[in-house]
């Protein structure tokens, strides 16, 4: 099936707007390598502020689905777009570590509408809908990889505060876009079946089919979310400043003309490329691989590479960044799993509230694990830190055990 001219107009709208949610939200871990040098405070404090930042990201899941349903999905990414860059704008005018924390909640309550405002307007708009789904997960794909790489890159030319002011220029000019795209939000509504149409809308409704579903597998799926998010999340946050300090880097010599470039930037950045394939193939694998054992196998590994991270950081920067380039893989290949497993245990007519709590566990509470790894990071040894990551995702492989072993066979009706 070809795209019709609403479908394109969507596709474009939305790839647009998720790419620019996860440009920005990339390249918050770069500015912290520089924020904790300018204001000179404590990993653990830094840690807590920037917790505070991401958690609206996926608090936010939740009310932003309300939202958009009341106000219109267009319009709400339209002020998502213009939030965050505002939010960028005012972190570029920051002099204090709590400026920096308000520009990061702004930042979070902004980007937080975008996804279920955006995967609603694909779902009533779009009549090719899986197509334009998989262009809109590459635009996402893309915008994690290219925002710490033009982050990183212009920092080293520019002062942060002129680099956050450019970085949100894209987004002012997409918000811009988006006030005169010209689409039918609702033009495949007719398409959609019964259930889809009885998508609840009260609170009671909503407090209602919550209950049913945390009665029923998708609690444990919820879990699996959650442990998957706290190792995402401090994984990718500590990642720059922890290669920075690494023995294979800090005596690093990029060569003439070079001498700003920060190498453990761009393997950074080489990680959430490698990542890109990483989802590609792990959405091709759920169609052999039940999502139960995808989760386990993944779980496995993630934590097996936590565990190796800081002896093989010894051993070289050629170790090192073929480390990095399998942990990125499956720190990728992990989410088409559990995103099938969300549609294997829950009832279609609670599919996009089950997805809103999808949202608030990978970057709701996943965000926990900033606070809790900037503080081992500043009380305790490197091995620490990667210890805990470790321990997350082994209760991750044990919950998706239990899944397997548990209620594999008997998804909800």
């Known amino acids: 099936m070809s795209l019709t001219a609403n479908d394109r107009a969507i596709a474009g ?45 996926g608090l936010g899941a939740l009310p932003g689905g309300v939202l958009a349903d009341r106000y219109g999905t267009k319009r709400l990414i339209v002020l998502c777009l213009a939030g965050m860059s505002v939010a ?8 204090s570590i709590y400026a920096i924390g308000g520009g990061l909640v702004l930042w979070g309550v902004a980007a937080s509408v975008y996804h279920p405002a955006g995967l609603s307007l694909i779902s009533t708009g779009v009549s090719d809908r899986g197509t334009v789904f998989a262009y809109h997960g590459i635009a996402g794909n893309i915008g994690i990889a290219l925002g710490p ?28 876009y988006g006030l005169s795209a010209d689409f039918d939000p609702v033009a495949a509504a007719d398409e959609l079946d019964e259930e889809t149409e009885e998508t609840p809308s009260s609170l009671t409704d909503i407090l209602a089919n919550s209950r049913a579903l945390f009665a029923s597998a998708f609690a444990v799926v919820f879990l699996i979310v959650s442990f998957e998010g706290l190792f995402y999340r401090g994984m990718l946050t500590y990642l720059p400043e922890i290669l920075q300090d690494l023995p294979a880097l800090v005596n690093f010599d990029p060569g003439p ?11 950074y950045v080489g990680l959430l490329v490698v990542g890109m394939g990483g989802q590609y193939v792990g959405g091709k694998a759920t169609d052999r691989v039940s ?33 990095c380039c399998i942990l990125g893989f499956f720190l990728f290949a992990i989410q088409p799993f559990y995103q099938e497993a969300v549609a294997v245990y829950t009832p279609p007519e609670g599919r ?44 991750g492989a044990g919950l998706g055990a239990f899944l397997w072993v548990r209620y594999q066979g008997t998804p909800s009706e």
């Open 13 to 57: 709208f939305t790839m647009t707007g998720h790419a620019l949610v996860h440009w920005f939200e990339t390249s918050i871990p770069i500015f912290l390598v520089v924020w904790l040098a300018e204001f000179d405070v404590a990993v653990g404090l830094f840690g807590v502020i920037v917790a505070l930042g991401y958690a609206p990201f």
């Open 88 to 95: 960028f704008l005012l972190l570029s005018l920051a002099n």
């Open 149 to 176: 790489f033009v982050a990183a890159t212009l920092l080293i030319f520019y002062d942060w505060e002129l680099v956050a002011t450019g970085l949100a220029v894209p987004g002012l000019l997409a918000a811009a």
């Open 257 to 267: 003309g070079l001498e700003g470039i920060e190498p453990g930037d761009y393997i």
């Open 291 to 323: 999502p139960e054992r995808g989760i386990v196998g993944i779980f496995g590994v993630l934590a097996a590479l936590a565990l190796l991270f800081v002896p093989v950081s010894e051993l070289g920067l050629g170790p090192l960044v073929v480390l």
């Open 352 to 395: 996009g509230l089950s997805y809103g709590y999808t949202y608030l566990g990978e970057f709701g509470f996943g965000s926990a694990s900033i606070a809790v790894g900037g503080f081992l990071l500043g009380s305790f040894e490197l091995a620490v830190f990667f210890t805990a990551l470790s321990a997350f995702a082994l209760v």
